[in-house]
């Protein structure tokens, strides 16, 4: 399974997402795809997000049970801690410095 998660990306975007995959809400898109295709995907998202930003992720043999990645600028970040992929928040300062909305 995978599941890929958009913010102000382009129509462009969207429409090659929803080749691949089913836009479940605006901007979530899941879908059971190989590895190659889900590669292929992302190198989608890097060259068509310009100033949007999005998160990919996949059911993969980890301690979690998935993996993931992002791309653009967000205030949540993901970090490696022993081997586990989590992820940290920006202070909410960073984020309105950046010019980000805080939540």
């Known amino acids: 399974m995978v599941i890929v998660v958009t913010e102000n990306v ?3 975007l969207r429409g090659r997402l929803a ?4 836009e479940i809400r605006a901007g979530v898109y899941v879908g059971d795809v190989s590895k190659r295709i889900r590669e292929m995907i992302w190198e989608q998202v ?3 997000a310009q100033e949007g930003n999005a998160v ?5 043999n980890t301690e ?3 993996d993931f990645q992002t791309y653009g600028e967000n205030r949540r970040v ?3 801690y022993d081997g ?3 992820v940290s928040f920006k202070p909410i300062e960073a984020a309105s410095l950046t010019g980000e909305k805080a939540l």
């Open 46 to 48: 890097t060259a068509l």
């Open 56 to 60: 990919m992720a996949w059911a993969t």
């Open 64 to 66: 979690s049970g998935f």
């Open 78 to 80: 993901p970090i490696d």
């Open 84 to 86: 586990l992929r989590l």
């Open 10 to 12: 382009p129509p462009r």
């Open 19 to 22: 080749i691949w995959l089913l």
